[in-house]
């Protein structure tokens, strides 16, 4: 008798697994992996996706938009997220890549609510980062040591905010983090910590700081008042189709760029004023 009983559960599991593989040959699972600025929006959208698709499975995960950009290159997944345009990161043929452009983010300094400043110059901005600067008082803030926090390398963010801010110089060598979340914790834990996130990434925990009297906000983004700001793109290898087809159409839908891009911290493709190329030009 048990080995019947047995012989029904090995049954049974190889029925799940034949039913699981059969959901993945028919292209029922997919997975999008990279920037960790667009991850919030894509795990958000791959849920709300998932409830209105019973069967049909979004894996998400970060690592950063290097990753991203060469993981969908060598076709171990079917969606790229990156910040950055695949023409700007080497080791990748971007003529290979199709960007799905599905979001604007921007990204914003942030301090330790210690440091005593609102307001800074994009000089100054600059010496910080590239060392100059070593104490807030300095530059007006309080007697606190600048404790220096950046993303580690291959990250689109730190990409795009030191393309804006340093203007090709170095930054000083300190602590990286792979986290966007991380980045904010330790700054909220850090008396005179300094680094940057996605706009979607900001709480009442840290400090945004203004340049140039600009407040890091949406509006400002839209026209480019506020220029450390990128493209949310999702990479493909070639055209989408199947699944990944629908859940970027989905994204792009204009109930998710309505309802849920904003509410994210997100602006809409549709909403901005501006067009930038990826060297950074605005278009026509």
Request: aromatic fraction near 8%.
């Amino acid at each position: 008798m048990k080995k019947k009983y047995a012989a029904i559960a090995i049954l049974g599991l190889m029925t799940v697994l034949s039913g699981c593989a059969s959901w993945i040959d028919r292209g029922e699972s997919i997975t999008a992996v990279g920037s960790s600025a667009l991850q919030p929006l894509v795990e958000t959208a791959a849920e709300s996706f998932q409830t209105a698709n019973p069967g049909r499975f979004i894996n998400v995960q970060g690592g950063g938009s290097g990753t991203g950009l060469s993981q969908v290159q060598s076709g171990a997944v079917q969606i790229g997220n990156s910040d950055v345009f695949a023409e700007e990161k080497s080791g990748i043929d971007a003529s290979k890549l199709i960007s799905h452009q599905v979001a604007v983010v921007g990204i914003t300094p942030i301090v330790n609510k210690e440091v005593g400043l609102t307001d800074i110059t994009m000089e100054d901005l600059r010496r910080v980062f590239i060392g100059e600067v070593t104490n807030w008082s300095e530059i007006g803030g309080n007697d606190l040591k600048v404790v220096l926090l950046n993303r580690a390398n291959g990250s689109g963010t730190r990409n795009t905010f030191e393309r804006w801010v340093l203007d090709g110089a170095t930054a000083k060598q300190s602590q990286e983090q792979d986290s966007s979340g991380m980045v904010r914790q330790i700054v909220a834990d850090t008396p005179g910590a300094i680094s940057y996130v996605a706009f979607s990434y900001v709480n009442d925990e840290v400090l945004t700081l203004k340049i140039d009297g600009v407040e890091p906000i949406d509006d400002n983004v839209r026209t480019n008042q506020w220029v450390i700001w990128s493209y949310e793109h999702m990479y493909t290898k070639g055209e989408p189709t199947g699944l990944t087809k629908d859940f970027i159409d989905y994204i792009l839908s204009e109930d998710v760029q309505e309802n849920i891009v904003g509410k994210l911290g997100y602006i809409s493709i549709s909403s901005m004023q501006v067009q930038r190329d990826w060297e950074g030009n605005l278009l026509p």
